[in-house]
């Protein structure tokens, strides 16, 4: 446990389709000024039936997490349809400190074409060669994600 708050928690998106009450995620990750991430159990409030008749909106929750008095929020994308392709990955930003691996993260976030977002994309990163967190500095990292040709991209910051 780290001695010092945390500095923000990473976002969460969940889509649906129209008509479904989807399951929140029981963590969040919490990041720290040092880059380093902790999963922490999340207890979200229950999403009703009714607030996600409609497709093409957005519902957002706000939970309690353990660890931090951050607040927690977790957008809910409640779709028309479920035949939907990726078009974006969010960019992670990432910070280490000299010699210490950088923590990159198990999932990216994508935005879909019709505009809603799933944070809980697993993503492969390529292997990051030792000598590029030796010194102080920034470098990028790319990782593949399953079901499209898009890359995912980290970009490292390490510090001394």
């Known amino acids: ?5 945390a500095e ?25 000024a040092d880059g380093s991430l902790l999963r922490t159990p999340v207890v979200w409030p ?9 497709g093409g909106t957005g519902v957002e929750v706000t939970g309690i997490a353990w660890q931090t ?10 779709r028309v349809s479920d035949a939907v392709q990726i078009t974006s990955l969010a960019e992670e930003s990432v910070r ?25 994309i697993a993503v492969d990163w390529d292997p990051v060669d ?5 010194q102080p500095g920034t470098f990028p990292v790319t990782g593949t994600v399953a ?3 898009r890359q995912a991209l980290a970009t490292v910051t390490v510090t001394e």
């Open 130 to 134: 030792p000598e590029s967190y030796a």
């Open 147 to 149: 079901g499209t040709d």
């Open 46 to 54: 229950e999403i009703t039936e009714e607030q996600v008749s409609q």
């Open 1 to 5: 446990m780290n001695a010092e708050p």
């Open 69 to 78: 008095s951050l607040p927690v929020t977790a957008t809910v994308w409640v």
């Open 96 to 120: 280490t400190r000299a010699g210490t691996p950088p923590p990159l993260p198990p999932t990216v976030t994508a935005t879909y074409n019709d505009g809603s977002k799933d944070s809980r």
């Open 8 to 32: 923000s928690v990473r976002e969460t998106h969940v889509p649906t389709p129209r008509g479904t009450v989807p399951a929140l995620p029981g963590e969040v990750t919490l990041r720290y």
